[in-house]
């Protein structure tokens, strides 16, 4: 089996999704995981699929076709995971009023300390009782085995004091 990953962007309409699958199946590939939004008027997306190794190269072609379509696929074929530092997993979540650089500053903190962020989620919403603009992130991490939890939450506490938001960490399953 060969494990692909796709990105997709295009101008949002019904069918995409049925179009891209469409084509996966016909391919006997089994569609795994995908997130999918609309974004500003775009439908972009990321997608993993498993297909039979014969049928890759057919697939990709067929996934070309759908620039004709009004979406742009980028495939990328799957690759082994490398070996290294076991790495436990956290949740990372944020609220405050929103402002530039957030994402800039979190991700300098975690980056220093070697933690891989899997998944990033975010919006801005308006705050319940005062209207404002408030930036709301959930991050999904692997910390390396040799970064302290608690030295890693007391950095980014200082940072949430630096911002004005609120930051939880909690250890998670998996």
Known sequence: MASLTLTLIGRDRPGLV???SERVAAAGGNWLESHMARLGGQFAGILMVEVPAEAADRLVEDLRGL???GLHVTVERGAPEEAGATRRAFVL???GHDRSGIVHEI???LARRNVNIEELETEVVSGSFSGESLFKARARLRVPDDV???ELREALETLANELMVDISLDATEG
């Open 148 to 150: 302290a939890a608690e």
């Open 93 to 95: 979540e944020l609220v």
């Open 67 to 69: 620039d004709a379509e």
């Open 107 to 109: 991700a300098e903190v």
């Open 18 to 20: 049925r179009a891209l």
